[in-house]
């Protein structure tokens, strides 16, 4: 799965926001321990969605963390 890790919650949720203006296909998830021990909110997009996703962090300013191909235990960064 694809995971968009955010720099706060806040900033989540407007990313959140941002993509339901654009009927982007996402999920809310928890963030998975393999990205961060700390509790936290981020999205779960399609692989084939990432591109479109970076142009929409870009423009509306959104601070991430990273963008991570998460399997099991393990999290690859992205970007």
Known sequence: MIV???ESTNYAML???YFDEINFQKMVVPTPRAI???CGISLQINK???EK???LIQEKHIKIKG???VDKNTAVQLL
């Open 36 to 38: 961060s021990n700390s």
């Open 48 to 50: 084939e969605d990432i």
């Open 53 to 55: 996703a970076k142009v």
């Open 4 to 6: 968009i890790s955010f």
């Open 15 to 17: 990313a959140d926001k």
């Open 67 to 69: 963008i991570f191909e």
